[in-house]
């Protein structure tokens, strides 16, 4: 598993936030992702702080760059200059000498590829990263890609970070073949449908104090509204009691349920508080037999989305 930084950092004050990277890399988790733009920068800095102590060749880095980090229009995307400044900053902010894993947070459709590509190739010459990936890119735009570094001889991708869980499901159509036909990892994020597969929200209930549906998401709100429609709830409620009765919680079976795939590489979790993280980290031991998984499917299934019928992103937004 890996821990991410997005909304852990951001609801969490920093010495928590720092416990709980520590405990997660005591507890064998290895990658730690965040993004240049989280918190404009500062969750870099929170991350960077929580590793400082632990031997460097103990844990892998993963951020991301495309998110306007400034006014200018050079501040953003995944251009030449914007990728060699930003890369700097975050190491910088992360303290260390380099990156593991590099990342493009978004395709950007005002750059070429090729340009992004050999970008990246040069990064990993001067040793400033060891990998590059990419996140909520096309099947399409993925085979591009890795046709442009084939044809430059320059280092391709090495993993698509992608939305997946048991209510998100889009990628198992296109992007999950291509990335196994191209040798290309997936790290699942939100695995748990923004903290709904959970079980914490309840049908014909209004949202507890404190959780992510309480407070503002800004563009990913729409989303969360499509999770918490009563029927799907109620779904998910019936799930809970399936994970209960296997004696697992909820988020532990959810978790597991999108690890039960080989081309997932891993799933990015988040955790306020260490006992979160210690309860969540056991669904990596958890095996989800054939019977099993038809019986979740026969639950979530039909609430899942599958498709591009229900769109990434609402117009006009973008997400975080």
Sequence with gaps: ??????????????????????????????????????????????????????????????????????????QRGLSRKHVMTQVEQSLRRLGVDYIDLYQCH?????????????????????????????????????????????????????????????????????????????????????????????????????????????RSLGPLDWRMNHFLADRTLAAVREFGQLAADCGYSSAQLALAWCLRLPEVSSVVIGASRQKQLEDNIQAAGISIGPDLERTIAAILAPFAVTDDSFPDRAPQQVPT
């Design 1 to 74: 598993m890996s821990l991410g930084s997005w909304l852990t950092h951001d609801q969490t004050r920093e010495g928590e936030a720092i416990a709980c990277t520590r405990r997660a890399h005591e507890l064998g988790v290895n990658l730690f992702d965040t993004a240049n733009e989280y918190q404009a920068g500062r969750a870099e800095e929170i991350l960077g702080k929580a590793l400082r102590p632990l031997p460097r060749d103990t844990y892998l880095v993963a951020t991301k760059v495309y998110f306007p980090m400034g006014s200018s229009p050079l």
């Design 106 to 214: 978004m395709f950007d459709e005002e750059t070429p590829v090729e340009e992004t590509a050999r970008t990246m190739n040069d990064l990993i010459r001067a040793g400033k990263i060891l990998y590059w990936g990419i996140s909520n890119w096309s099947a399409e735009q993925i085979k591009n890609v890795v046709h442009a570094c084939d044809s430059h001889n320059w280092e391709r991708p090495v993993s698509n970070q992608a939305q997946y869980s048991a209510l998100w499901r889009k990628i198992e159509r296109e992007i999950l073949p291509t990335c196994s036909d191209h040798g290309m990892g997936v790290l699942g994020f939100s695995p748990l449908a923004m903290g709904v597969l959970s079980g914490k929200y309840q049908p014909g209930a209004g949202p507890p104090e404190g959780t992510r549906a309480q």
